[in-house]
């Protein structure tokens, strides 16, 4: 889904706004971001499971050692003035971990169901859509370009992670389809936005949002997939090596994109 000539969305022109507000914070929407987020999203469940079990730091100082990482890297990319690919991809894996170990926590330590944690993020992503648009009149991600904007977008970004994990673990564990069956059912739906939006004019905004919910469980579904034993439904490889073979890929795609900038979002010349 990168077709990206306009959100079918209005907003105000960026000629109304200062100048230093018209570099946008957040990349544009190529096959390399959502190649870079599907990767992050199964990060985000195999580096908690990898932290919180293998290396046996328990859930309580999993979520604390990488909130306070998260809130590093969050300052650092909220301190930037312009889109840096390092940074922007760093707190993306990082709050992907985050909203995994919200839910954990909820369900494992507080013993909520997964369907009541389902609801609850899907209220709350609700809730942070309706006041960030009643605030900004858009929830483009080409319109990222001053500092309350940048704090709903990775508000709801991280929503959206809880919300996936959440809506993941509930299809494949909750209702016991299975982690193939899983990502396949989220595969199929991610399709479906995409036809949407390339064959029946879906509105950009819309698709976009659609999909970036969708791929959290896809990337969850996948991560367990894979690390989980075949007891479980899966293929054994472990933890460790499937994070770390998806980090250095991460890592690779981020450098050609800080050289490239293959993924800048184009702004008018001050």
């Known amino acids: 889904m990168t077709r990206c000539e306009g959100d079918d969305e209005v907003s105000e022109p960026m ?23 599907i990767m992050a999203t199964t990060i985000g469940e195999t580096a908690a499971d990898y932290l919180n079990f293998h290396l046996g730091w328990g859930l309580a100082n999993t979520t604390w050692f990488m909130l306070a990482l998260f809130l590093v890297g969050l300052i650092a990319q909220l ?8 940074i922007y991809w760093l707190v993306v894996v990082l ?15 507080v013993g909520v169901p997964l369907e009541a944690t389902t609801i609850l993020f899907a209220i ?10 009643r605030a900004e009149r858009t929830l483009s991600i080409h319109t ?9 977008y990775w508000l709801v970004i991280l929503i959206t992670f809880a919300l996936g994990t959440s809506a993941g673990d509930l299809l494949s564990e909750g209702l016991d389809l299975g982690y193939a069956w899983s990502a396949v059912l989220f595969t199929a739906a991610i399709a479906l936005v995409t036809f949407a939006y ?21 990337g969850a579904s996948v991560g367990d997939y894979l690390t989980q034993s075949w007891d479980d439904g899966g293929l054994g490889l472990g933890s460790a090596p499937v994070t770390i073979l998806f980090l250095i ?22």
Do not use: C, Q
């Open 144 to 152: 990222i370009y001053s500092g309350r904007r940048e704090y709903f």
């Open 249 to 270: 890929t991460i890592v690779g795609l981020v450098a050609y994109l800080s050289v490239s900038k293959r993924d800048r979002i184009h702004t008018p010349e001050t």
């Open 124 to 133: 709350a992503l609700a809730a942070a859509f309706t006041i960030w648009y």
């Open 95 to 109: 709050i992907s971990v985050v909203g995994t170990l919200i839910t954990d926590n909820l369900t494992d330590n």
């Open 15 to 37: 000629n109304k706004l200062p100048a230093a507000e018209w570099m946008n914070k957040v990349p544009e929407v190529t096959l390399y971001f959502w190649i870079i987020k």
């Open 198 to 218: 390339f064959r029946l004019r879906l509105n950009a905004v819309t698709a976009f949002w659609i999909a970036y919910v969708l791929t959290r469980p896809f």
């Open 79 to 86: 301190r930037s003035k312009t889109y840096i690919p390092g």
